[in-house]
């Protein structure tokens, strides 16, 4: 089944404690990013990823890292969470070759930083 | 930054009206997409319209696009209480770009 993974799914830490947010997609998609969805401010990207080795900043980068060694696999990585970090994340892939570029959505990870 | 623009933010029905949302956008697009997403949960594509198109229809779902007004609409026909989600506006801006901007969403709400 073509699926965007992440886990976990739920995580409740403190600030300054170091965590990762891992993402993997087996669709071969080229294309992988990550938003962040907070109440009325929809969803804000945080950085995105054309291909293996390839990142780049989106709306929202402060705070966040991310990195592509491998195509399936896109994790975000919050080096110093503090508690305006708390939010709804989104990991998403699409292929860049079919030129329409929909967006395949994993189920979310949702983070409280206290 | 955000390019789409939905309106209106909630909407409430009954099941069996229809339900329609509208999406405006500020600069040229390559095409404009609509999203589901049900409470908490991840956004599932629903239905693609190309700069080129003016209407598309799936199922119970019918797109409008007016590149002159920049703006989009989205009919749900007959709408039942499991249609109650939230719909995102995503458009592919001109110019080979490949990054969609999401809308703020419009939240519908069907009552049985």
């Known amino acids: 089944e073509a699926q965007v993974t992440q886990n976990p799914r739920y995580l409740i830490t403190v600030t300054g404690k170091k965590l990762t947010v891992t993402c993997s997609q087996n669709?071969?998609?080229?294309?992988m990013s990550w938003y962040r969805q907070d109440p009325g401010l929809g969803l804000r990207q945080i950085y995105y990823?054309?291909?293996?080795?390839?990142?780049d900043k989106g709306d929202v980068p402060e705070g966040y890292k991310v990195s592509r060694k491998e195509k399936r696999n896109f994790p975000l990585i919050l080096e110093s969470p503090s508690p305006n970090q708390t939010s709804l994340y989104f990991c998403?892939?699409?292929?860049?070759?079919?030129?329409?570029?929909?967006?395949?959505f994993g189920p979310g990870t949702r983070l409280t930083v206290t | 930054s955000q390019q789409g623009e939905e309106d209106p933010q909630a909407l409430s029905i009954q099941e069996g009206e229809n339900a329609t949302m509208n999406c405006s956008y500020k600069?040229?697009?390559?095409?404009l997409q609509w999203y589901r997403q049900n409470s908490g949960r991840g956004l599932v594509h629903l239905i693609l319209?190309?700069?080129?198109?003016r209407e598309k229809h799936s199922g119970r779902l019918r797109v409008t696009l007016d590149t002159s007004k920049k703006s989009s609409s989205l009919l749900i026909t007959a709408s039942r209480a499991a249609d109650t989600a939230s719909y995102f506006c995503?458009?592919?801006?001109?110019?080979?770009?490949?990054?969609?901007?999401f809308g703020r969403g419009t939240s519908l709400i069907v009552h049985p």
């Open positions: 998403a892939s699409s292929s860049l070759r079919t030129e329409t570029y929909e967006q395949y």
């Open positions: 669709m071969n998609h080229e294309y």
């Open positions: 990823s054309m291909n293996v080795e390839v990142t």
């Open positions: 600069t040229s697009i390559n095409n």
């Open positions: 319209i190309r700069s080129n198109e």
């Open positions: 995503a458009t592919l801006q001109g110019g080979g770009s490949y990054i969609p901007t």
